[in-house]
């Protein structure tokens, strides 16, 4: 069997294991509609989310009266909450997804040539990681964009530079472990380089691990930057995050619940899909694991 006949049966396996689970397909659904809302959803919505109508304040949800842009109501200035919430779904993902992928590049790639090499990179890294770990993420978020304009660029940057150390600390621990291996020494005897040692045996089997960092990271950094948003110091109008709206909607929330509501529902339905997903993809991805996903639930007498 050749290696593309390897990786392709390996593939179908993925696929076969991922449809078994009910959980993690409707999770993966999730991810992809909110995925898709955020490809399409402002060029389809654009002008629908900023256009004010105040002649239809504060309409309430679920009523097809306005047309069906308005069936999640509308808000204090006549807009769509539907549109809205589509719109705002790619300025959160655009800051979370960024975040998420600068913090893995740069603390996979330390903590692996820390863990290789251990010795004083080893114990340089590990105190970097704990200096920066020593302040809250979210308050380290706070102080930097209240000296600085709370921009998207500087919530991307202070977030991501928060988040190295958990994947530095966790790339270090594997690697770690890895360079006493005796497939690694026996690279090492051959006279394979070290950079080359990592980026083809370390890596590999590093990286499954991280990825699945990743996606749990993802969930909080997305509800960072919306604690931010609703702190009034994340993304600013008249620009929209569903953290933003949340802030906008607590105001009426007595007598215009929707408009907090429904953008809340959105950040805990996003999040727990990724959970969800990346609990299946930790068992997925390790070959000692997996066999507890080919499990079939006994049949009660």
């Given at each position: 069997?050749?290696?593309?006949?390897?990786?392709?049966?390996?593939?179908?396996?993925?696929?076969?294991?991922?449809?078994?689970?009910?959980?993690?397909?409707?999770?993966?659904?999730?991810?992809?509609?909110?995925?898709?809302?955020?490809?399409?959803?402002?060029?389809?919505?654009?002008?629908?989310?900023?256009?004010?109508?105040?002649?239809?304040?504060?309409r309430?949800?679920?009523?097809?009266?306005?047309?069906?842009?308005?069936?999640?109501?509308?808000?204090?200035?006549?807009?769509?909450?539907?549109?809205?919430?589509?719109?705002?779904?790619?300025?959160?993902?655009?800051?979370?997804?960024?975040?998420?992928?600068?913090?893995?590049?740069?603390?996979?790639?330390?903590?692996?040539?820390?863990?290789?090499?251990?010795?004083?990179?080893e114990?340089?890294?590990?105190?970097?990681?704990?200096?920066?770990?020593?302040?809250?993420?979210?308050?380290?978020?706070?102080?930097?964009?209240?000296?600085?304009?709370?921009?998207?660029?500087?919530?991307?940057?202070?977030?991501?530079?928060?988040?190295?150390?958990?994947?530095?600390?966790?790339?270090?621990?594997?690697?770690?472990?890895?360079?006493?291996?005796?497939?690694?020494?026996?690279?090492?005897?051959?006279?394979?380089?070290?950079?080359?040692?990592?980026?083809?045996?370390?890596?590999?089997?590093?990286?499954?691990?991280?990825?699945?960092?990743?996606?749990?990271d993802?969930?909080?950094?997305m509800?960072?930057?919306?604690?931010?948003?609703?702190?009034?110091?994340?993304?600013?109008?008249?620009?929209?995050?569903?953290?933003?709206?949340?802030?906008?909607?607590?105001?009426?929330?007595?007598?215009?619940?929707?408009?907090?509501?429904?953008?809340?529902?959105?950040?805990?339905?996003?999040?727990?899909?990724?959970?969800?997903?990346?609990s299946?993809?930790?068992?997925?991805?390790?070959p000692?694991?997996?066999?507890?996903?080919?499990?079939?639930?006994?049949?009660?007498?």
């Open positions: 069997m050749t290696a593309v006949d390897v990786s392709i049966a390996r593939q179908t396996s993925m696929w076969r294991l991922l449809l078994r689970d009910k959980f993690a397909c409707l999770a993966v659904v999730i991810l992809l509609v909110v995925a898709a809302s955020a490809l399409v959803g402002p060029m389809l919505f654009g002008d629908l989310a900023v256009k004010q109508n105040l002649r239809a304040v504060n309430p949800p679920f009523g097809l009266d306005d047309g069906w842009a308005f069936v999640l109501g509308s808000d204090s200035l006549g807009r769509s909450v539907l549109a809205r919430l589509v719109v705002a779904s790619r300025t959160t993902l655009s800051v979370a997804l960024p975040a998420v992928m600068i913090s893995l590049a740069v603390g996979s790639v330390w903590g692996m040539w820390a863990g290789y090499h251990r010795g004083w990179r114990s340089v890294s590990m105190r970097v990681a704990d200096v920066i770990l020593s302040f809250p993420s979210l308050l380290l978020a706070v102080v930097v964009l209240y000296v600085f304009s709370p921009s998207a660029g500087n919530i991307i940057l202070v977030l991501a530079i928060a988040r190295i150390p958990i994947y530095l600390r966790a790339a270090r621990a594997e690697s770690a472990e890895l360079q006493s291996r005796l497939f690694v020494d026996a690279a090492r005897t051959f006279g394979a380089k070290s950079w080359a040692i990592i980026g083809r045996h370390v890596a590999p089997t590093v990286m499954p691990t991280l990825f699945t960092v990743a996606t749990l993802f969930c909080f950094v509800l960072t930057e919306s604690s931010l948003s609703f702190l009034g110091i994340g993304i600013q109008p008249p620009d929209m995050s569903w953290g933003l709206m949340v802030s906008q909607g607590r105001q009426v929330l007595q007598s215009a619940w929707w408009i907090a509501v429904f953008p809340g529902l959105a950040i805990v339905v996003t999040t727990v899909s990724a959970t969800v997903l990346a299946w993809a930790r068992l997925a991805m390790d000692g694991q997996r066999w507890r996903l080919t499990l079939t639930k006994e049949v009660k007498p």
